[in-house]
């Protein structure tokens, strides 16, 4: 049976389409395991924000497990914040910003994707700052409506700087790509965040698959023992 991964939901309660796409596919898909690699979200304040969306998600991804496919999950720059009581309400497994893994016969390695940007110097410095665990627990620790304006504010301010953003710079630097394959000694890449779904041939019969954001439709990777497939579909199919 198949390994899926998928990354770039951006569920949020202005976009139902999104969420009804996402909530068909975790019904409709059959596989061994499924592999979240960041931004399930469009942004994540807290675990203790009440949205039900979070309590619809929750209650989809723990009916996944429920019925023996496991599900693992790795941040991604939207929802970094989220906690262990929201992932054990999903019944979903944390894991670290880089796995590396035996799948099928390949070595892969897994990320969210947006550690690969190293031309985005501005994004990396922001990353840092934002990924300080003082900082983190000072933010938590705001109340509710505060954070929520926080996360807003920072949107609008994110959307304005890569406005002005070549698309060279926010996709992937090629070396820093090679750094992670060399030193992992994966011969498969995985990850999202760039939202330009592919995979790429790389030097030494290795390879790189980007996920796809869930935009105007499904994007999902599955790995088998027929190798490594990059499916795009309709939110109902």
Known sequence: MSTLFVADIHLCAQEPAITAGFLHFLRARAAQALYILGDLFEVWIGDDDPNPLHHEIAVALQ????RGIPCYFIHGNRDFLLGKRYAAACGMTLLPAQRVMQLDGLRVVILHGDTLCTDDNDYQRFRRRVHQRWLQRLFLSLPLRRRLRIADRMRANSLRANAGKTAD???????????????????????????????HQLPGERRRAVLGAWHHQGSAIEVSNSGVVLHEFPFGG
Not at 63 to 66: E, F, G, V, Y
Not at 171 to 192: F, K, S
């Open 169 to 199: 710079i926010m996709d992937v630097n090629a070396q820093a790509v090679m750094t992670v394959m060399d030193d992992t000694g994966a011969t498969v890449m995985i990850h999202g965040h760039t939202h330009r779904p592919a995979i």
């Open 63 to 66: 009916a996944l497990t429920q």
